[in-house]
């Protein structure tokens, strides 16, 4: 019965303390979510921030179900094209690793397509998520050149 209570945590009290991560002080210092920093007692990211923050920025045009920052996983609802109303996509990632690596961050792509007034699962493409994480991998990047920058 102990999983309950965890569970409980991690459904109500995480999206509460999710506004925990970052500093009141004015400046720009991205968490690279590698601790505590010296002299400091912000709370960290779970994850490396730079995926975190860019995959937020990545899936902006997504009406998010469920982002938690300290176990790495952003679920988006189901997304209707405009221009394809008879399909809607669904998107979750995986942030895995504290450091900036391709190999620490999962795309999983669902899709769904309309046949009548019924959704149907429908087998998405799998360059859909590729192409997600590439580009969630190099707005990290930038993210991480943007901030060294301000550091020098």
Not at 36 to 47: K, N, Q, Y
Not at 68 to 77: A, C, K, Q
Not at 110 to 127: E, H, L
Request: aromatic share 6%; with cysteine; charged share 20%.
């Amino acid at each position: 019965m102990r999983v309950l209570p965890a569970l409980f945590c991690a459904l109500v009290l995480a999206p509460a303390l999710a506004g925990c991560g970052s500093s009141n002080d004015g400046s720009k210092d991205m968490d690279t979510g590698t601790g505590i920093a010296s002299g400091s007692s912000r709370m960290t990211l779970g994850v490396n921030s730079y995926l975190w923050h860019a995959s937020l920025d990545t899936l902006s045009f997504l009406p998010l179900t469920s982002a938690d920052p300290f176990g790495g996983v952003i679920i988006s609802e189901w997304y209707v094209a405009p221009t394809s109303p008879d399909e809607r996509l669904k998107v979750t990632v995986y942030i895995m690793d504290r450091t900036l690596r391709a190999d620490g961050l999962k795309v999983v792509v669902f899709r769904q397509t309309r046949n009548g007034n019924v959704w149907q699962d429908a087998t998405p493409s799998p360059d859909t998520a590729h192409k997600l994480e590439d580009s969630i991998l190099t707005r990290a990047r930038e993210l991480r050149l943007a901030t060294l920058g301000q550091s020098g």
